[in-house]
């Protein structure tokens, strides 16, 4: 009987599993006291939506043999550029949301190539840095926001006109386009078929991509560098092409996050937004050297359900809240667990 109760365990991950039998009692508790479940699920799966592209662009990474992306500031902040490009010209719902993606992804593969030749240069460590990258380009970006040539009152500040302001609300502009697409009800819950159909289509893409033969070699040179190079693959450049795509997924990430949250945020906003993308597919189950599309679907629904039902389930039963310690607790023990082992952590 232990043997059987062990091998289930083992492929589901002990992590997983604790982290499960904590949303349930959470889902409990509401239902005891009184609390409406099923908003509870639609907040939920609204930040699945919103995050789950992030949490995606993890793969290309992982499957070129770079590991987890650390450097995902760097997609992040060509998002960011797409996006006040768009807002800049006054562009508005899904016209205003494709031409941000449209302004973006020329830079981000720009920048995702000059961060592969980087990370070339420090084969070994490209986790180390590429965090310290990420920081260095969101703290660089700091003198960029303030110096930036745009003209729109609705981006910079009031007094002095220079300078874009911190907060940039995106009502005016492509704020919750995606989420108000094709919104449905399921006994009670609210889903957004535009914004979990665009998360899913990505992973599709994805998911057809690592189908193709540029992606079948991608993950040769991920998993075993020298039968690639005895195959003929090139290693360098299938470790550029999941450095490219990965911060390209960043970029389109950081986009879709923002219409959903309604505001665009500037400055030291983007500096820790690769720790709960990393948490995610950790806790979904991928390993440093291997990442599918479960594991980020997975990941993402378990991480960001905890945190969006964690604060009003823990304010109903006791005083004080402690999501953000839950989410630094669970979000810097799964990197911890899975980086203290060679081949991940289950």
Request: glycine share 10%.
């Amino acid at each position: 009987m232990r043997v059987k109760l062990r091998q289930p365990v083992e492929q589901i991950g002990v992590p997983r599993l604790i982290i499960a039998a904590f949303l349930v009692v959470l889902f409990v508790v509401a239902y005891v006291t009184n609390m409406s479940v099923s908003q509870l699920v639609s907040d939920s799966l609204i930040r699945v939506g919103m995050n789950g592209v992030l949490v995606l662009a993890m793969v290309p990474t992982i499957s070129c043999g770079v590991g987890l992306n650390f450097g995902l500031p760097l997609g992040i902040i060509c998002g960011l550029v797409g996006s006040l490009i768009s807002m800049e010209m006054n562009l508005r719902g899904f016209a205003g949301f494709f031409a941000a993606i449209g302004c973006a992804v020329p830079l981000a593969v720009l920048v995702g190539y000059a961060y592969a030749r980087l990370l070339e240069s420090v084969r070994g460590q490209e986790m180390m840095v590429g965090t310290y990258a990420g920081f260095s380009v969101v703290a660089l970006m700091c003198i960029f926001w303030l110096m930036a040539p745009f003209k729109n009152p609705a981006l910079i500040w009031a007094i002095g006109g220079k300078g874009l302001r911190y907060t940039l609300t995106l009502s005016n502009h492509f704020g919750k386009v995606l989420n108000n697409f094709l919104v449905f009800r399921v006994f009670g819950v609210s889903i957004s078929g535009g914004l979990l159909g665009f998360f899913l289509l990505l992973c599709l893409l994805v998911h057809l991509f690592f189908r193709s033969k540029l992606g079948i070699a991608m993950l040769a040179a991920g998993t075993n560098p020298l039968f690639a190079r005895s195959a003929g693959i090139d290693v360098r450049r299938m470790k550029a092409a999941g450095v490219t795509i990965s911060t390209v997924l960043g970029a389109i990430g950081i986009i879709v996050y923002a219409q959903s949250y309604g505001f665009l945020q500037l400055y030291l906003a983007p500096l820790m937004m690769a720790f709960p993308a990393v948490a995610s597919i950790l806790i979904g189950g991928a390993r440093l050297q291997r990442a599918t599309i479960s594991n980020v679907i997975v990941g993402t629904v378990l991480f960001q359900t905890l945190l969006t039902i964690a604060l009003p389930v823990t304010s109903r039963v006791i005083q004080g809240d402690i999501s953000e310690v839950a989410r630094l607790i669970i979000s810097n023990g799964m990197i911890l667990y899975a980086l203290t082992r060679a081949t991940g952590g289950k």
